[in-house]
Structure formats: C-alpha cells, structure tokens
C-alpha cells in the first residue's frame, strides 16, 4: 500500500453495520483493519474476540447503530468492554450513524431521552471519544462529557450538486422549521437563497404538508434533510414543490435509514435523484437507480488522522 501509515499504535477496528464504509476508511488511512471476529451463540448472545495485540493502542473503532440497532448497539458496547480489558490506551469510537439520535428530549410526558441514554452506555462501557457524523440534533454533543467530534455532511452534498452545473436558478429547500439552519448551510455553499415548507405532524411518521415560504416557481429546488427514514416527509415537500412551479426536485440526506414504505413512495415521488451518504450501508434492493450515494470516507479517514495527530478536526469545513 502506497499511502502506508506509519505510526502502528492507531488501530482500526470494524464491527458488522458498516464493514464496506470501514474497508474504505482504513485505505484512506492507510492502515490494515484490526482483526477480530464477532459471531452469536445459539441463542442470540453476542461473542467479541479480538485477534491482535492492541495493549497502548489507539484504537478506532467503526459502527453505524443502524438497522438492526439494539444489535449493533450492543456488539459496539461489547467491543469497548473488550477493548478497555485488553489494555487499549484510547477507545475512539466512530459513529457515521447516531442511532437513537431522534429522540433527544421529552416532546410528550412520560416519554425517555434515549439519545442521552445511549450516550451514558458508551461512556460507562469506556469509550474515550466519539466521532460522529450530522447528529439530529446538534445539541447531543452535550449528552457526553468526552470528547465529541462532530462532523458534516452538507459540503459533501452540496460539491456534488456544485458538479452538476444544474441547468436554472437553485432553491435550497428544508423539508420542515427544525433543518432550516442545514438548508442554510448547504445554500451559502450553492450561493441560493432558501425555502422552508412548513408542515404540521399529526403522529410520528405521519406527515402533513402545510405551505411553502420562500420563492420556487420555475426554479430547481434542492430538498435537504439529515435522516430519511419512511420517506414519507421528503416525497410529500417533492410532491407540493412540483404542484407549486418548481421546474425539478432534487433531494439529499446524510443518512439514508429507508425503513418501511420509503422505497416505494421514493420511485413514485416527484424526486429526480435522491443524493445520500454511505453512512448506512444499503441493501442492495436499495440501491435503486433514483439513489446515488457518496462516501463519507475520505471525510472519517481525514478526521480519524486529525485526531490522531492533534490537528484541528474544524479546519476540515473551512
């Protein structure tokens, strides 16, 4: 390997969610993955064994907490449990997808944080740091009292749509009030100003698609989201842009969860390309035409070295 990196105490490890994403961040590092194997017994107990040396490594440790997430949760929880009893000097967790990052406070009474919840497993298991990419709710940093690497998907969407020199005036557009300040982002970098539908949510999953401020008509509109889960949100704000005059609808999201009826209403959907990451990896009945998706590897290898190093991992989306 050409790009070898040369310090053997930083250690990449993968876990079952995302090993494609993994194998690409250890090239771009340039290291071999750590090896290890992770298998069930019979009745579903998960079994970690680690087969190298990593006593006074830093070790890097990669998984989505994507579906299925209570597994994936818990063969992470286990790793760092094995990884803190082997001596380990930091245990750096690398998190593309922050399962559970949805339900951050108490919308209704009575109801958990489990966001908060699962950063307290971590932190007890002994992870050392976390880095992650595009939290829902960037206030989750505060969830932990480690160190918290946050970082962000849009300059990755937005190159691409930059690439494509799209035929027309752009209109970045956030799907409901919470994105605008995402949307926001992604249209300094497009220079294009911003629309907002604004929609009211019966029930979870459920979406209801209400007006649209800002101006649309006969412009390309860019719908820009973190997470698109039952698609439901998404393909309804494609569906009123195109009924109110915009010329074509594109939309974009750093997680691609696509759970439930998402495929299905995604190829019926006015939406012309839907422009993801590789933060979860997808079924291959996922990858359907309409899908394009980017790696968010060259970004967590880059991010793994800076922190590794002592460099600013800001300076990245300067």
Request: charged share 25%; glycine share 6%.
């Given at each position: 390997?050409?790009?070898?990196?040369?310090?053997?105490?930083?250690?990449?490890?993968?876990?079952?969610?995302?090993?494609?994403?993994?194998?690409?961040?250890?090239?771009?590092?340039?290291?071999?993955?750590?090896?290890?194997?992770?298998?069930?017994?019979?009745?579903?107990?998960?079994?970690?064994?680690?087969?190298?040396?990593?006593?006074?490594?830093?070790?890097?440790?990669?998984?989505?907490?994507?579906?299925?997430?209570?597994?994936?949760?818990?063969?992470?929880?286990?790793?760092?449990?094995?990884?803190?009893?082997?001596?380990?000097?930091?245990?750096?967790?690398?998190?593309?997808?922050?399962?559970?990052?949805?339900?951050?406070?108490?919308?209704?009474?009575r109801e958990p944080i489990t966001a908060?919840?699962?950063?307290?497993?971590?932190?007890?298991?002994?992870?050392?740091?976390?880095?992650?990419?595009?939290?829902?709710?960037?206030?989750?940093?505060?969830?932990?009292?480690?160190?918290?690497?946050?970082?962000?998907?849009?300059?990755?969407?937005?190159?691409?749509?930059?690439?494509?020199?799209?035929?027309?005036?752009?209109?970045?557009?956030?799907?409901?009030?919470?994105?605008?300040?995402?949307?926001?982002?992604?249209?300094?970098?497009?220079?294009?100003?911003?629309?907002?539908?604004?929609?009211?949510?019966?029930?979870?999953?459920?979406?209801?698609?209400?007006?649209?401020?800002?101006?649309?008509?006969?412009?390309?509109?860019?719908?820009?989201?973190?997470?698109?889960?039952?698609?439901?949100?998404?393909?309804?704000?494609?569906?009123?842009?195109v009924e109110n005059g915009a010329q074509?609808?594109?939309?974009?999201?750093?997680?691609?969860?696509?759970?439930?009826?998402?495929?299905?209403?995604?190829?019926?959907?006015?939406?012309?390309?839907?422009?993801?990451?590789?933060?979860?990896?997808?079924?291959?009945?996922?990858?359907?035409?309409?899908?394009?998706?980017?790696?968010?590897?060259?970004?967590?290898?880059?991010?793994?070295?800076?922190?590794?190093?002592?460099?600013?991992?800001?300076?990245?989306?300067?």
């Open positions: 390997m050409s790009n070898q990196y040369l310090d053997p105490n930083l250690k990449v490890f993968s876990l079952n969610s995302n090993i494609e994403l993994a194998e690409e961040i250890a090239k771009v590092i340039g290291v071999e993955l750590g090896k290890c194997s992770v298998s069930q017994f019979s009745d579903g107990e998960i079994q970690i064994n680690i087969e190298e040396s990593i006593r006074g490594c830093d070790v890097y440790v990669i998984q989505s907490t994507s579906s299925p997430v209570n597994e994936n949760i818990m063969e992470l929880l286990i790793m760092i449990d094995a990884l803190k009893r082997a001596s380990a000097k930091t245990i750096n967790i690398v998190m593309p997808y922050y399962g559970y990052a949805r339900q951050d406070r108490k919308a209704r009474a908060k919840l699962v950063a307290n497993l971590l932190e007890t298991a002994g992870a050392t740091r976390v880095i992650t990419l595009d939290l829902h709710a960037p206030q989750i940093q505060g969830f932990f009292d480690i160190p918290i690497d946050h970082l962000m998907g849009v300059p990755i969407l937005a190159d691409h749509f930059k690439s494509k020199e799209l035929n027309g005036d752009v209109v970045v557009v956030s799907p409901d009030h919470g994105g605008v300040t995402r949307a926001r982002k992604m249209a300094e970098r497009l220079k294009a100003p911003i629309a907002i539908i604004d929609k009211r949510r019966p029930k979870p999953n459920v979406a209801e698609v209400m007006n649209i401020v800002g101006n649309i008509e006969g412009k390309i509109a860019i719908l820009i989201d973190d997470i698109i889960d039952t698609a439901g949100t998404i393909t309804l704000a494609a569906n009123a842009l074509e609808v594109y939309a974009c999201c750093t997680h691609p969860v696509l759970s439930g009826p998402a495929m299905e209403r995604i190829e019926n959907s006015k939406i012309k390309e839907l422009v993801v990451t590789n933060s979860i990896a997808l079924a291959e009945e996922k990858r359907i035409e309409k899908i394009l998706q980017l790696s968010v590897a060259p970004l967590i290898g880059e991010a793994i070295i800076r922190v590794h190093e002592d460099q600013s991992v800001s300076t990245l989306f300067d």
